[in-house]
């Protein structure tokens, strides 16, 4: 009797000298965690479809800077779909999908975090040159090239994703020590590689752009309420961002610095060798950068209120009537 209950135990009674044993996902706070996880899940979809259908549907909102936010939108919204479930499932059940299915369910994951990360480089560059250089921001960053940037953005991580778990693409299960669980990992110059392109360069640029985009929107707050002759504090404030531009720094500001923090603890974990995510502490880092997912559409709804407008519109169904998509929503 009790070598069947311990039997139970394992993802495979049959093989258990190499099954991994069953997640303890039956005490309460286990369930309560699943349940919560899936509700995030949920509103994480729900949440960014309503961005992207924001964006895509109303003529006014197709601008440079909407269409790196509907970028960002499809990778949170591919998190809730993909990346938000696999954990759910992982964590509360053995992995019975086999290698390849385990294998392209993780290489989704690094490609929307490796896009994520170039929208956040865009994002940045974006309003760095909307405060540093507003008089040539309209000649400099146009529709097509942005449409451009976001598909390399795309076809780059795709391919960077290919090469660095290239061998993993080969031997799907290389690095699994057990049936039952899911896992890939990197050798040691794969793993260098990676901290130098998905990590250092990306928070490099990310917080030299901004640090430029911060020291420049002050120093025009100041000149915006210095009480300095009206000739010259016209003349100086046309040569200077408006103060919508101002506005946009400031709240995807917000959005690159909430990025920032679920990041780094995701990735500094990663490097620590703990890539199984099998600690408490681990889960919860992975479950905190799954969160900024379901975060960024809140960010919008506190700060753009176009895109309150636009959900009112989505909601009610008002965009299904002819000619909704010529709406003033700004």
Known sequence: MMETEDQSEFCFPQLINISCRKPSSHRDEDVLLTVLLSIICIFTVVLNLLVIISISHFRQLHTPTNLLLLSLAVTDCVVGLLVWPGEIYSKTSCWTLGDALCFLYKYMSFIVTFVSLGNMVLISADRYVAICDPLHYNTKVTMKRIQLCVCLCWISSFSYCSVILNVQLAHPGMYISCYGECVIGNDYSAGLVDLVVSFILPLSIIITLYMRVFVVAVSQARAMRSHVTSVKLQHSVTGRAKKSELKAARTLGVLVLVFLMSFCP????????????????????????GLNSGLNPLIYALFYPWFRRAVRHVV???????????????
């Open 266 to 289: 995701y990735y500094i974990v990663n490097l620590t060798g703990d890539s199984k995510m099998t600690s408490s502490a681990a889960q919860y880092v992975l479950y905190l950068y």
């Open 316 to 330: 009610t169904l008002h965009i299904l009537q002819p000619g909704s998509c010529q709406t003033n929503i700004i």
